[in-house]
Structure formats: C-alpha cells, structure tokens
C-alpha cells in the first residue's frame, strides 16, 4: 500500500484497489476512531454526496477504510473551505471540528468537492428548515455528453469546458465542479457543416481558437470593461480562421460551423452566439433562451405566424442566415451579459436536442429538481431516441451561491 500521511494521531495508505486505509493512534484514538465511524454513518444515512463512504472497519486495530475522494482541492481559500463546511452542517447536521482547506479535495470521479477527516466532528440533529446565510462564495458545476449522428461519418459537434485565470487556461473534463474568482468557466458547443471531414475540423478549430485567447480575454471579463467587443472580436477571428483555412484547402471550401459560448466570472454572464445553437438560462423568473436561431423561420415562429410543429418543418428552417466561415464576407455575432443571481442553470445545445425534443420537453427537464449529470443524460439520450440522425451536444450547468 501507499502511504499518504504518517502523523501523530493517524496513518493513511492507499491500497491497489484505491481505497483509503485510516488507522488510529495516540491520545484517545480510541474515541476518535469510534465518532468518526458514527460521523460517516450518518453521512451516508443523510445523503451527503461529496464525502468518503466508510467500506469497513476495525475496532481491533482502529482502523477504517473509505473510499477515495481524490487530492487536495487548487485554490481552495479558508472563505471556500469554511462556505462548504456550514452547507454540509446546514444540509446534513454534522459540524466539522476543522473547516479548513486541508481538509477539503477533489474527486475526479464524483466530479466534485469532497470533504475529509470527521473524527472530531459533532453529529446534530438533522436539518429541519435551518438555512446559514449565504456567503459570497459561487460553485459552478456542469455535465457535458456529445453523441455522433447514425447518418454521420464523424461528429461534427465538439463542446468545451474551460477554467481560467490570470495565468493560465486549463481544459476540464465532460464533468465537474469549480469555485469562480479568481477562476472564471468557460462553456462552448459548435456545429460543423462542410464536405468531407469539414465539420468536424470546423467546429474543433473553433475550441482551440477560444483555448489559445481566453488568457488574454480574462482581464475584460474580470473588470467587466469591453467584454461584449472582446467576444465580438474573437467570433470574428474564429470567422478568419475558417475562411482562410477553407481558401487553402479545396476539400474543406465554405467550411463553417456555429458557436454558442457562455464566459462565466464570479459576477456576470456572458454569453456570444452565432448560428443555430443554444443557450437557455434557468432562475427564479424560469426559462428563457438567450439565443435566437439564425434562419430564415425563425422570425416567423417567434411572431406566432407557424407552430412550433411548422417550424421544425421548415424547409428554411436549416438555411443558416449567419454563420462563422461558409464563405460569408462578415458574421453578425450576438452578445449579451446578465448579473449572476444565488442560483442559475445554463444550457448550450447543437440542433440534435432541437430535433429531438419539443420545446416544452426542453424547458421541462431543464427546470426539473434532479441534478445536473441527470439532466443533461435526459436531454442527450431522449433526444437521440426521438431522432438518431444528427449529432447532439449539450452542456449543462449550475451556479450556485455557497
């Protein structure tokens, strides 16, 4: 087994399994051992999601063994540590002795924050309507799934998830969690239209463009100045980029893809858009769709002139009226930025959700109780049921005040 800690009042290994192996020693390791068996029970028994599950225990040789939950958390402060400590006492009852970020982690594999070591902490009793005050703390967390169309060679979707700061942008995973400021989140989904393999290298070449900025861009989303022209501007080069590629390269002519892209900082929204992808945003007023699709119904079906039925239907329904590369001498990129409230969902999407799935469908599992991973499953796989042939993307997000 590995070792991860040789202290005075504890050792924990790791064996090949994964599981962690915490065994007691020193002053009443006894009673540490023992609260911190009970703790862990009624964690579990309350249904708190982001702590270790006690697998097995041994009154003999004071030792219990948990599952894993991941390394120390990145800039994790005291306010962030302390914010998640009372949301675990205000959710679920239990008091940590030490609400520090030493004893806060990141599971790669329950995409979260998780929080250790209990042997001190006090069990109260459970919760009933008690709410700590709100801090200014914001967790983000967001669930990405993308599935190639059966007509399709490739999928011409790609999405994106990134962290960034003043120093460097990092790529995140189809799922997770962060704490915005000083990080800020990035979210994107592209559709890739052209012959060949086009599409799927138009929409990727999108993502790396907004990969290889968004460092310089942070500073317009952190003070909130120039922001919406700095997305403008950014939607034009990926437009330059498209059509320069496509010139020099005769398989990929009037290659072109859409962009839907939502910038969160710890404040505001942002949000830039071209094509007929969408955002949605999800609070106490209820949903709205930020975006309008680019096409030549659309205006219609927003009028009342056609049922959402003869929208879809729409034989100029799939004739793009804007779009980055195809061609076109100039896009017309929409922006947009909201203040961020104590809670909110967002929802990017390429047009198989759309093809898939009524609006009201849309709307409704959006705005449901169940969690984000749940949400953005429902919305991927009755989509694909309802109509396999395009490739669907969607991303599903929540920011929440801690």
Not at 57 to 70: M, V
Not at 118 to 136: M, N, Q, R, V, Y
Not at 185 to 200: I, P, Q, T
Not at 351 to 363: A, H, Q, S, V
Request: one cysteine or more.
């Amino acid at each position: 087994m590995k070792e991860l800690k040789d202290g005075i009042r504890s050792s924990v290994h790791i064996d090949f399994q994964g599981r962690v192996h915490k065994s007691f020693r020193g002053t009443n390791a006894d009673k540490r051992f023992a609260n911190e068996v009970a703790v862990l029970k009624a964690l579990e028994d309350r249904g708190a999601p982001n702590v270790p599950r006690l697998l097995d225990h041994d009154p003999e040789t004071l030792t219990l063994i948990t599952t894993n939950c991941g390394s120390p958390a990145p800039l994790v402060t005291q306010e962030k540590a302390r914010a998640l400590f009372a949301e675990l006492e205000d959710l679920y009852g239990i008091r940590h002795d030490d609400p520090e970020p030493r004893n806060v982690t990141y599971s790669p594999q329950l995409a979260r924050f998780c929080l250790i070591d209990f042997e001190l902490s006090e069990i109260l009793p459970i919760p009933a309507g008690l709410h700590f005050p709100k801090t200014d703390v914001l967790r983000a967390g967001w669930q990405a799934l993308s599935e190639k169309g059966k007509d399709h060679v490739a999928n011409d979707d790609a999405w994106l998830a990134l962290t960034v700061n003043a120093d460097s942008t990092d790529p995140l995973p189809a799922s997770g969690e962060i704490f915005l400021d000083p990080s800020h989140l990035v979210l994107a989904v592209s559709d890739g239209m052209g012959g060949s393999n086009a599409g799927e290298f138009a929409s990727s070449l999108l993502m790396s463009r907004i990969r290889k900025d968004a460092v310089t861009l942070y500073q317009h989303f952190q003070d909130n100045e120039g922001a919406s022209e700095a997305l403008t501007k950014l939607l034009k080069q990926c437009h330059l980029d498209l059509n320069t590629l496509a010139a020099q390269n005769g398989n990929a002519s009037n290659m072109g893809a859409t962009l839907t892209l939502a910038w969160i900082s710890h404040q505001h929204l942002h949000w830039a858009h071209v094509g007929d992808s969408r955002l949605y945003l999800v609070d106490d007023a209820g949903v709205e769709q930020l975006t309008r699709d680019d096409n030549l119904a659309w205006d219609q079906w927003q009028r009342g002139n056609l049922t959402e039925y003869a929208y879809r239907a729409h034989p100029r329904k799939c004739i793009l009226t804007d779009v980055l590369g195809g061609g076109h001498h100039q896009p017309r990129p929409k922006t947009g930025c909201l203040p961020l409230k104590s809670s909110q969902r967002l929802m990017l999407c390429t047009d198989g959700i759309m093809d898939g799935l009524w609006e009201k469908t849309i709307r409704d599992l959006i705005h449901s109780d169940a969690r984000v991973p749940e949400v953005a499953r429902q919305l991927t796989q009755k989509a694909v049921a309802n109509d396999p042939t395009d490739d669907t993307t969607v991303i599903v997000a929540e920011i929440a005040q801690l």
